[in-house]
């Protein structure tokens, strides 16, 4: 297998487990005022995602540092044709990452509000912003024979890539309104049960439909599959949910996001940027590439220090994996 291709294989890892991992701690941050009634509740829902929020970025970070060590034209061009969607996505998880750790430090409610809110809506717009850049993705974007970008603000707000933004968003509301009934008790993990029901059958439903236009439009019979696997993994977690097995319903939704991202990889391979213009003016794993040498370097350095992350990220999740009680929160 060409190294391009590995990298290629490499950086659809990253961002497969960044939208597992992160995709449940957006979705509890959607959720804090919806099944956070009152300010010992709220703070049990956050002590859920507290240890392991600010980890699950780290996929991101490394996705964006090897996209641009591997592939730096897909990299430029990916930041040219999307700056402002980007630009908003970097100020959200500044704004998400200060109210997440300043919220505690004032023993103020009106403070306390005031960041939840931050959490809240800046939980909710990011992955409605990585829907619509991983539609376009797809889609594709209007790249001239020198793969720049020639469109605007506007070529990338389409109704594809809308539709894609609020199936992420759905989707995600789903994966974490499940992972707060895998981590909570008593009341709380009831109302997050039910919650993930009605959340489920609306993701179910924006899923579909989004991944049925994308397979349809610009997949593949095997991106096809895979897109259909993705759906009959939130069935079953949804299933899952209903029968009270909330650790068997959080391996559903995460095979689904898992799944739905791999159908939105294979079929924009070997592409990374399709034109939509001229297909020939396409950037590919082959022209969007770093040198050979580049990419064996990259290859030791990822062999060696991939499996260390894993593990350190592995271990955390172990050693918080009690779950939180709404009255030991209150009291602490």
């Known amino acids: 297998m060409e190294l391009t291709t590995v990298w290629f294989l490499i950086i659809a890892g990253l961002w497969i487990g960044y939208f597992v991992l992160e995709g449940f701690d957006f979705g509890v941050g959607i959720l804090l005022r919806v099944l956070g009634r009152d300010e010992p509740e709220r703070r049990a829902v956050i002590t859920t995602i507290g240890p392991v929020w600010d980890g699950n970025e780290v996929w991101l970070i490394v996705a964006g540092a090897m996209t641009f060590a591997a592939f730096p034209e897909w990299y430029a061009t990916l930041f040219s044709a999307f700056y402002l969607p980007l630009f908003a996505v970097l100020v959200s998880l500044i704004l998400r990452g200060v109210a997440l750790e300043y919220r505690g430090k004032r023993d103020d409610l009106v403070w306390r509000s005031r960041m939840d809110t931050i959490i809240t809506a800046s939980s909710a717009l990011l992955p409605l912003l990585w829907g619509v850049a991983f539609a376009n993705l797809v889609r594709g974007v209007p790249l001239d024979a ?6 605007n603000l506007g070529t990338v707000l389409n109704p594809f890539a809308l539709l894609g933004g609020v199936a992420f968003t759905a989707l995600f509301i789903a994966h974490g309104a499940i992972f707060l009934a895998l981590k909570t008790t008593g009341d709380l993990r009831e109302r997050a049960n039910r919650l993930a029901s009605m959340a489920g059958l609306a993701a179910v439903v924006l899923v579909v439909g989004f991944l049925a236009w994308a397979h349809s439009q610009y997949g593949s019979g095997a991106s096809a599959v895979v897109a259909g696997l993705a759906a009959v993994a939130l069935v079953a977690g949804l299933v899952a949910n209903r029968m009270a097995r909330e650790g068997w319903a959080f391996v559903g939704t995460a095979a689904a996001v898992a799944l739905g991202v791999v159908s939105l990889f294979v079929a924009l391979f070997p592409n990374v940027m399709p034109s939509t213009l001229d297909p020939a ?52």
């Open 146 to 151: 020198s793969h720049e970008f020639v469109g």
């Open 281 to 332: 003016w396409s950037l590919t794993v082959t022209n969007a590439s770093s040198t050979p040498y580049t990419l064996k370097v990259l290859t030791v350095i990822a062999g060696i220090f991939t499996p260390l992350v894993m593990l350190y990220q592995g271990w955390t999740y172990w050693v918080f994996k009690k779950r939180v009680s709404v009255e030991r929160v209150a009291v602490s």
